[in-house]
């Protein structure tokens, strides 16, 4: 159950001591807990009057802690609860009149994520959702997810059901979509992910084959932390190859 105090006259209002900052400044705050987050995922919540951040005379966007309060809300109720944008705008507004709002329970992508352990296999658990839960979460249509599946940039599990992680692969592939990038053009991240995925399992197959339950749990958190430096090694070598960097 959530509350919070009502606002002022619209969730980009800000008094006159609070600090206004920049678009990039904002992003900096929400990735210690959203670390996917990006300016577009900012910037497209915007157009969608999830949030209304001031605008400066040259035409600058300006959120107040308000604004980044708002949309932390809205990533958590994303990543938790999969609610779709629709449902998401309803619950804010309901909080901004005073009311108290019911989630639903936290997703099991929730459990995944944060390294739920499965105590037989010292695995992973498999928490899975539905195709319509994907669909939601992702908030495409059920010809875009079917595009995305003939690339093999999504897959359902042998047991139906799609993992947490092809929800985030979801969002992300949809996020790059608005900027016109179709899923062909899209073969060669996956190709080079697979390799990845290839050199990482090399490190870590001898210790999943060991019989101690103890090695092999070592293992998964072997991978996890070399999955972690693999990703943060992509984004920078495509950010030197730009040219870009952080501000």
């Known amino acids: 159950m959530l509350r919070t105090p009502t606002g002022g006259a619209g969730h980009g209002a800000a008094t006159a001591g609070d600090r206004l900052v920049s ?3 904002v992003l900096n705050q929400l990735r210690d807990e ?39 809300q809205i990533l958590r109720m994303q990543r938790d609860h ?14 901004a009149r005073g009311e108290q709002i019911r989630l639903p329970s936290p997703s099991p992508q929730r459990d995944l994520l944060d390294g739920a352990w499965d105590a037989e296999s010292a695995r992973p658990t498999a ?13 495409v249509t ?12 999504i897959a359902a599990g042998s047991e139906g059901g799609y993992d947490a992680e092809a ?5 992300l592939v949809a996020d790059l979509g608005r900027f016109g990038l179709e899923p062909r053009h899209l073969r060669a991240v996956k190709a080079a992910a697979d390799r990845e995925a290839g050199l990482v399992e090399q490190v870590v197959a001898p210790l999943r084959r060991h019989r101690n339950p103890q090695t092999r749990a070592h293992a998964e958190a072997t991978a996890k932390e070399l999955a972690g430096l693999s990703v943060r090694l992509h984004a920078a070598l495509v950010q030197t190859a730009l040219g870009l960097r952080l501000q």
């Open 23 to 25: 678009i990039g400044t």
């Open 127 to 139: 928490a899975r959702v539905g195709r319509a839960e994907l669909l939601a979460a992702a908030e």
């Open 34 to 72: 959203f670390p996917e987050v990006t300016i577009s995922k900012i910037r497209f919540l915007e157009a969608e009057g999830l949030v209304e951040p001031r605008r400066t005379a040259s035409g600058y966007r300006k959120f107040s802690p308000q604004d980044v309060e708002r949309l932390a």
């Open 142 to 153: 059920e010809e875009e997810l079917a595009e995305w599946e003939s690339y093999g940039l």
């Open 82 to 95: 999969y609610l779709p944008l629709k449902v998401i705008r309803e619950h804010l507004d309901a909080l």
């Open 167 to 171: 929800v985030t692969v979801a969002r």
